[in-house]
């Protein structure tokens, strides 16, 4: 019994910590370079947190179905290909905000998601598999 509320308490940590970190990307990246990246910041940051929600559910569930589709071009590319998985899940998250959420340039998407992925796989080696080990 234990164990299932150990494990929604981690679910619930992993998505805390991954709406934090996606929000803190998305800001600075947007405070950073306002000609190429736009977030609506109209009723207290609602679509900034709508993008982040919008990349994690892409993330947990389209992502891994796109990575199978591409492996062998992530593997002729020696992984190279992997960040535009996460320029295309940007690019989703841009059509479905609209006006909201707007990203102008390949490179900034390119940034962006490198940023994410670095940040995907602190979160996950630093936070969520130590806090997995204890249990």
Do not use: C, Q
Request: aromatic share 16%; net charge positive; proline share 3%.
């Amino acid at each position: 019994m234990t164990s299932k509320k150990n494990k929604k308490y981690y679910a619930l940590l992993d998505w805390l910590l991954h709406m934090i970190a996606y929000g803190l990307i998305l800001i600075s990246v947007s405070v950073l370079f306002r000609n190429t990246i736009y977030i609506d910041n109209a009723y207290f940051g609602l679509w900034g947190f709508s993008a982040a929600i919008i990349i994690y559910i892409l993330n947990k569930t389209i992502k891994p179905f796109l990575v199978w589709l591409t492996i062998p071009i992530t593997g002729l590319t020696l992984g190279l290909f992997y960040p535009f998985i996460n320029v295309l899940i940007l690019k989703m998250v841009d059509w479905i905000l609209f006006s909201h959420f707007e990203i102008n340039g390949l490179w900034m998407s390119f940034l962006i998601s490198i940023l994410i992925s670095i940040m995907n796989e602190v979160v996950n080696e630093y936070i969520i598999k130590p806090l997995l080990k204890e249990e």
